[in-house]
């Protein structure tokens, strides 16, 4: 129950905070979806992606987070800001499941992991050397590069 009401409590103020943001352009949230893995949406053509805090993935959810992430973007090929911070395991069914069908639909993808000593930026680095994405993949620390790295792809 307290999980229902935070995960509401949250969306509203991500909603607020999109819709107050300032400067010269305002950002509309094109579309929001929520699952019990995490938060995603899409906004300027860019595809936003954050799991939520402690989530661990196995093929049944990997599974899950694809097909919703392909349901909200309707057949439209989108760059992805993907924030992996709050993954704290994953199996190797997930990681190859993911491997093979994460990128379906996706231009380019910036990677948010915690600092190089954290397991997120461990796994994806490992994901990276093993699975060599067919598309433009590249591994952040912090937002606005990742940001950056996606503004081409748009």
């Given at each position: 129950m307290l999980t229902i009401a935070f995960c509401l409590v949250f969306a509203t103020i991500l909603c607020w905070v999109f819709a107050n943001l300032p400067g010269p352009k305002s950002i509309s949230m094109e579309r929001y979806f929520e699952n019990e893995f995490a938060v995603f949406w899409i906004s300027e053509k860019i595809l936003f992606f954050n799991y939520k805090p402690n989530v661990v993935i196995d093929l049944l959810s990997a599974q899950q987070i694809?097909?919703?992430?392909?349901?909200?973007?309707?057949?439209?090929?989108?760059?992805?800001?993907?924030?992996?911070?709050?993954?704290?395991?994953?199996?190797?069914?997930?990681?190859?499941?993911?491997?093979?069908?994460?990128?379906?639909?996706?231009?380019?993808?910036?990677?948010?992991?915690?600092?190089?000593?954290?397991?997120?930026?461990?796994?994806?680095?490992?994901?990276?050397?093993?699975?060599?994405?067919?598309?433009?993949?590249?591994?952040?620390?912090?937002?606005?590069?990742?940001?950056?790295?996606?503004?081409?792809?748009?």
């Open positions: 694809v097909a919703d992430r392909i349901e909200i973007q309707d057949g439209t090929a989108y760059p992805i800001l993907c924030d992996i911070r709050g993954i704290i395991d994953s199996d190797k069914a997930a990681r190859n499941y993911l491997a093979q069908h994460g990128s379906i639909l996706a231009k380019a993808v910036g990677i948010i992991a915690s600092d190089q000593k954290s397991v997120s930026f461990y796994m994806i680095s490992f994901y990276m050397k093993i699975s060599r994405p067919q598309i433009p993949t590249k591994v952040f620390t912090d937002r606005s590069s990742a940001l950056e790295f996606l503004k081409p792809f748009v």
